[in-house]
Structure formats: C-alpha cells, structure tokens
C-alpha cells in the first residue's frame, strides 16, 4: 500500500507542480476567488488539504528514511487543515498574500512540487 500511496503523491506533486509552473496566474485567479468567499473559501482551501493528506497518513506510515518525507507531508496537510476549519482567520492570512505581484512564489512552489515528483518516482523505483 504504501509503493500505492507514493505513485499517487508522486502524480498528484507532478500534475500540481507543472500547472503552478506554466500557468501561475490561473492559480492566482483561484485563490484570490477563494478568498472573496471568506471562511467558507478557506474550509474549501482546508478540504483539499485533508483529502489529500488523510489519504498519505492514513496507508503511509513509514517513519525511517526518504518515504518518510511524504509521511510528514501528509501530517502537515492535515495539520494545515486542522488550522482552516478551526482557526480559519489565520488560514485566511495565507489567502491574502496571493497577488499578482507575487506570481513567482507560485512558479518557485511548483518547482518544488516536481522534486517532490520526482523523489517519489525515485523512491519507487529504487525499492
């Protein structure tokens, strides 16, 4: 189950991460509509995270070398969504520093997201 859950977080990172990448100003567009819907935005920004993150902790527990990377993604995706729905007022701060100006952060994320792909393909393919 867990090779299964890092194919799926490896497509997930890779389909997300080239989006951000070569359309970073689309994902401004939807979080800046998020935003304009206030908390009901931010629980709808916090059940992307737990879907996604409830899924790795719930059949990835490895706690010992590079799989555990994708471990602790998956608590901090849930711990993010905690934050949203009981808290939302400070899910709401990250909201609000989405702008245009700031359209880099997103091509900078999915970056970020592809090494997280491509480390998942490693992992799988190095077992």
Avoid: C
Avoid at 2 to 12: F, H, K, L, R
Avoid at 65 to 92: C, R
Avoid at 94 to 121: K, N, P, T, W
């Amino acid at each position: 189950m867990e090779q299964a859950i890092q194919i799926y977080a490896g497509v997930q990172f890779l389909v997300i991460g080239l989006s951000h990448t070569v359309q970073p100003r689309a994902w401004i567009d939807f979080f800046i509509w998020l935003r304009g819907k206030g908390h009901a935005g931010v629980f709808v920004n916090g059940f992307l995270s737990l879907i996604f993150g409830s899924v790795i902790v719930g059949f990835h527990n490895v706690w010992t070398g590079l799989p555990m990377v994708l471990t602790l993604i998956g608590w901090a995706q849930v711990m993010k969504a905690l934050v949203s729905f009981v808290i939302p007022q400070w899910g709401m701060r990250g909201l609000q520093r989405v702008s245009y100006d700031r359209a880099h952060e997103f091509v900078v994320g999915g970056v970020i997201f592809l090494a997280l792909s491509a480390l998942m393909l490693y992992i799988v393919l190095t077992r």
